[in-house]
């Protein structure tokens, strides 16, 4: 489904990929490659609250280059499908993804103002992506105010968006 300016991708990521994942970013984040927004940003848990890893961060070996390359492989043919609905995209220079970040909320935690993903420290950004690894809460939702949209995530689904 692709309507106002919100593509959502259900099942993009298989379940031993979102394992994956899960794993890897677990594995990581007890050897200490996790950053809470505080220490990566400074920016108060009030505001945005997880933790988070690059992958482009870790030590290179077959699982981080299996990630990219899995990863990479269906965001781009979900972000052709998109261009393709919004033409416009296709004018300028070419779209692409640059890094993937994996971001770990914990129950209570999460974005808790509302805010766009063109800023400072990303001034290219055109688009945005989230991508869901697990559904085993009760509470959490992706919401676009202007669009007068929520979404509850299902596992391995993947959302495309405008980042302003």
């Known amino acids: 489904m692709i309507d106002k300016c919100i593509g959502l991708f259900p099942k993009a990521f298989n379940d031993d990929f979102c394992k994956v994942l899960i794993d890897t970013f677990n594995k990581h984040e007890a050897l200490g490659f996790a950053k809470n927004r505080l220490e990566r ?28 390359d899995k990863f990479f492989e269906v965001t781009e043919k979900c972000l052709k499908e998109y261009a393709n609905k919004y033409s416009v995209l296709n004018e300028g220079d ?28 990303e001034r ?11 559904d085993d809460f009760e509470a959490g939702e992706t919401e676009f105010l202007y669009q007068q949209y929520r979404y509850n995530p299902s596992k391995g689904d993947l959302m495309i968006f405008p980042a302003s």
């Open 124 to 134: 290219d950004r055109v688009l945005a992506w989230t991508a869901y690894m697990n």
């Open 94 to 121: 070419p779209l692409f993804i640059r890094t993937i970040k994996l971001q770990k909320a914990k129950p209570g935690q999460g974005y808790h103002v509302w805010h766009y993903e063109h800023g400072r420290m």
């Open 41 to 68: 940003e400074n920016i108060a848990s009030s505001y945005k609250d997880d933790t988070s890893l690059f992958i482009t961060e870790l030590p290179i070996d077959n699982t981080t280059q299996e990630i990219n």
